[in-house]
C-alpha cells in the first residue's frame, strides 16, 4: 500500500544513528508503548542499539506486546562518549511529558500526531490528521526499508487500534484502515488484541470503574467522572485501571464532553477531556498545562477537587458560549 511521505532529514537522521534512546509520555496508552516497541524491533533489526525509555511502567494490561519488559524507568548507563546517536520521542512533542528534565541525544527528533505550540527537538514531524503516531510509525518502518515481523505487526496495529477506540472515532481513516488490514495480513489476530484491552477487566478494576460511574456528575451536556485516592485504596488499585475512563461519561446519551479527573496528589490532579467533536478540547488543555487533539486532550490542575471541577467545566461553557457567538 502508498506510504505517507516521510521528512527525508527524519530518515536521514535514523539512518546515520547507530545507538538510539526512543522515549514517550508518561502513564503510556497503546499508542505510546505499541509505537515504542514497533521502532524499537524495526531498529535492531536494522543493527542499530536501542533503548527503551518510559518514567512510569508499563500498564498491566499492554504486557502482552512483544518487548515490553525492555521498558526501563531508568536512564541507560551514561559513561563518557556513550550518548545515544539519536533521541527519539514518540506520541510526545514535548520534554515536559516525558516526566525528565533532560534527555540524552546527538540530534533529537520528534515523531507526533498531538498538537502543541511547543517546538522541541531538532527534527520535528507531527501530524495532526493522524489516526496515531503508531499509523506514522508504520509508514517511517516502511519508508526506512525495515522489515515488519508479526510481533512488530502485533505492536503497530495495537497502537492504532488503541488510539482509534477500536476504530470507532472520527480519528479512524482510509488510511489507518488499510494500514490496519496490511497489519492482518502480517499475522495480527485482531480478537488477541481486543480481548487483552478491553476484555480482560481485573475485579478490582471493575469494582472501581463501578464507583466511578455512580459518582458522576452532570453540568448541562458536560459530564464529569473523578477517581480519588480514597477509591485507589478502597479498591486496591492504581491510576494504570483507569486507562479509557474518560469515554465511560462520554458514552453517555446527551453529553457532548466529558471530563474525567484523576487525583494524583493531596491537591492536583489530571484532567482528561473527550469530546464529541463541537468542542475544541486542545485549546483549553493548553491552558492547563497540557495538550492533545481537537476531541481528546488533557492537563494537569492544582486545587480541591471542587475547585477544580467548577474551574474545568466553567472553561468548557465559556469555549461553548464563544464557539456559539
Not at 317 to 323: G, H, V
Request: charged share 25%; hydrophobic share 40%.
Amino acid at each position: 500500500m502508498k506510504v505517507m511521505k516521510i521528512p527525508d532529514a527524519l530518515t536521514g537522521a535514523i539512518r546515520q544513528a547507530e545507538s538510539v534512546l526512543i522515549v514517550t509520555h508518561v502513564s503510556p496508552d497503546g499508542d505510546a508503548l505499541g509505537s515504542s516497541l514497533a521502532l524499537a524491533r524495526a531498529l535492531v533489526a536494522m543493527g542499530k542499539r536501542v533503548s527503551l525509555l518510559n518514567k512510569d511502567p508499563v500498564p498491566r494490561i499492554y504486557r502482552f506486546l512483544p518487548g515490553w519488559q525492555d521498558v526501563s524507568a531508568q536512564l541507560p548507563d551514561a559513561a563518557e562518549g556513550t550518548e545515544p546517536d539519536a533521541l527519539i520521542l514518540l506520541d510526545c512533542g514535548e520534554l515536559e511529558r516525558t516526566g525528565f528534565g533532560t534527555l540524552p541525544g546527538r540530534v533529537k527528533l520528534v515523531v507526533d500526531h498531538h498538537l502543541t505550540e511547543r517546538s522541541y527537538g531538532d527534527i520535528r514531524w507531527v501530524r495532526p490528521e493522524m489516526s496515531s503516531t503508531g499509523e506514522m510509525v508504520y509508514s517511517l518502518i516502511r519508508a526506512l526499508g525495515a522489515e515488519i515481523d508479526t510481533e512488530t505487526a502485533l505492536c503497530l496495529y495495537t497502537a492504532i487500534f488503541t488510539d482509534t477506540g477500536g476504530f470507532r472515532y472520527s480519528s479512524s481513516t482510509p488510511s489507518s484502515f488499510r494500514a490496519a488490514a496490511d497489519l492482518v495480513e502480517l499475522g495480527v489476530k485482531p480478537w488477541s488484541v481486543t480481548e487483552n484491552v478491553y476484555e480482560s477487566i481485573s475485579p478490582a478494576r471493575m469494582k472501581l470503574m463501578g464507583m466511578a460511574i455512580n459518582g458522576m456528575r452532570f453540568h448541562g451536556d458536560v459530564a464529569v467522572i473523578v477517581v480519588t485516592r480514597d477509591m485507589y485504596s478502597e479498591t486496591g488499585t492504581t491510576d494504570e485501571d483507569t486507562e479509557n475512563f474518560a469515554n465511560l461519561a462520554r458514552s453517555v446519551q446527551g453529553v457532548e464532553v466529558a471530563v474525567f479527573i484523576r487525583q494524583t496528589g493531596p491537591e492536583s490532579f489530571k484532567v482528561s477531556m473527550r469530546s464529541k467533536g463541537r468542542v475544541n478540547v486542545a485549546a483549553i488543555a493548553e491552558t492547563i498545562r497540557g495538550g492533545g487533539h481537537h476531541n481528546a486532550a488533557g492537563g494537569k490542575m492544582d486545587g480541591t477537587l471542587a475547585e477544580v471541577e467548577e474551574r474545568i467545566v466553567t472553561a468548557l461553557t465559556n469555549a461553548r458560549c464563544d464557539s456559539q457567538s
